[in-house]
């Protein structure tokens, strides 16, 4: 039986704050994630609190680096903090679930019901939100690619390259993608451009209604089509093996922190391969 989680609330200053480790890979000029998080904290404030653990006097982030940054820009004295007791005990980002871009067109359309869109996309730290919207774009898509759109398995650019073909070619597209196990935008491009021109539509402004006779391009994009269906193959094979050798390895991990003896030695000798065998079997779960 799982243990409770033990916080409590307090607002720490910025100072006492440590990040659990530097990210010194983040451009925070150009990083789409920590700017939104910027224009959303000056605009509103913050919305969820950072998730710390207090060490040697200094409280460690364990969720919230973004944020900290944000602070530290906009010149923030302090900050709330939900501190856990466990260091060990913040795992809650392995059961996020981020939006799917039809959740958000739905949330951006109902908040523009009582929010004017500039407030909303000074919120989100863009100029507009109006290309978000795509208010006619579920009109062109077939039922079942709709609510493959709706269900998250296409993307929202996704979505917009079948709206270029014909519903009935939409669904064949559909099951292609299905069979394949490739969803991303680059497949789906190359099939509209394998499409044959009396299963098209001549969409305004789009690419495939300014440019129709490029033979050449489509034969190369056909090429590269055969070509990630032999990589899919080939990846497909390397992670079914992949699979198995984890589960053979998972199996004798459990097998070995669950004796008794060997787990209490490797407590008192080992810590910190024991934290690790076990994160060997979570991620096999």
């Not at 602070?71 to 709330?80: K, Y």
């Not at 679930?97 to 109902?110: A, G, P, T, W």
């Not at 073909?165 to 394949?180: F, G, S």
Request: charged share 30%.
């Amino acid at each position: 039986m799982n243990k409770p989680y033990h916080v409590e609330g307090i607002d720490v200053p910025l100072s006492a704050l440590k990040p659990l480790r530097e990210r010194t890979n983040i451009n925070t000029a150009k990083h789409r994630g920590y700017l939104k998080i910027l224009a959303s904290i000056r605009s509103l404030g913050l919305i969820e609190p950072f998730c710390v653990f207090h060490e040697n006097g200094q409280y460690i982030i364990l969720d919230g680096y973004l944020r900290w940054l944000a602070f530290q820009e906009l010149e923030l004295e302090t900050a709330p903090c939900v501190v856990f007791k466990d260091k060990e005990a913040y795992t809650f980002n392995r059961m996020v679930n981020n939006l799917s871009s039809f959740q958000e067109m739905r949330m951006l359309r109902k908040s523009m019901e009582s929010v004017d869109e500039k407030t909303i996309a000074e919120t989100f730290g863009m100029k507009t939100i109006r290309h978000r919207l795509a208010p006619k774009l579920v009109e062109r898509l077939h039922p079942q690619v709709a609510q493959a759109f709706k269900n998250d398995l296409i993307g929202k650019t996704a979505a917009s390259e079948m709206s270029c073909v014909k519903p009935a070619r939409q669904l064949e597209m559909l099951r292609e993608m299905n069979r394949v196990g490739d969803h991303t935008p680059a497949f789906i491009r190359a099939l509209v451009l394998k499409t044959p021109p009396e299963l098209r539509l001549n969409t305004p402004g789009t690419r495939y209604g300014r440019k129709k006779n490029e033979r050449e391009q489509r034969l190369v994009l056909v090429e590269r089509l055969e070509q990630a269906e032999k990589q899919h193959d080939f990846y497909t094979k390397l992670y079914r093996t992949y699979s198995a050798d984890l589960l053979k390895i998972s199996l004798y991990v459990r097998k070995v922190i669950t004796t008794p003896e060997i787990r209490e030695f490797m407590e008192q000798r080992h810590p910190s391969v024991l934290g690790e065998m076990r994160a060997i079997v979570m991620d096999s779960k």
